[in-house]
């Protein structure tokens, strides 16, 4: 992959950048997901109606921020762990 200066990124380096823009993007999105959801939620319940993804979107909706913050964390956790195993296969395979 090229970089913005026309640098050759490894993949090591994009799996140590990883957390880095999870959190900075998930960080945002744990600040303001209540006050968000709350402004919205008409809204978003008028572009659902009752489709088949209604549930999940009631479910949505009444999520607390601390459970969208514990939901976001095990991700953070899971997907560095997930993409070290693939580079570790990818180097001894």
């Not at 549930?55 to 560095?80: E, G, K, M, S, Y």
């Given at each position: 992959m090229l970089g913005k200066w026309g640098q050759k990124i490894s993949i090591k380096q994009l799996i140590w950048l990883f957390p880095l823009?999870?959190?900075i993007?998930?960080?945002?999105e744990i600040l303001?997901?209540?006050?968000?959801?709350r402004e919205h939620r008409d809204e978003l319940?008028?572009?659902v109606g009752d489709s088949v993804v209604s549930p999940l979107?009631?479910?949505a909706t009444n999520t607390t921020t601390r459970q969208f913050t514990v939901a976001v964390a095990v991700i953070f956790l899971f997907l560095?762990?997930?993409?070290?195993a693939l580079y570790i296969g990818r180097v001894i395979a």
């Amino acid at each position: 992959m090229l970089g913005k200066w026309g640098q050759k990124i490894s993949i090591k380096q994009l799996i140590w950048l990883f957390p880095l823009v999870f959190l900075i993007h998930d960080g945002e999105e744990i600040l303001t997901y209540s006050s968000w959801m709350r402004e919205h939620r008409d809204e978003l319940h008028a572009l659902v109606g009752d489709s088949v993804v209604s549930p999940l979107f009631l479910a949505a909706t009444n999520t607390t921020t601390r459970q969208f913050t514990v939901a976001v964390a095990v991700i953070f956790l899971f997907l560095p762990v997930l993409f070290l195993a693939l580079y570790i296969g990818r180097v001894i395979a």
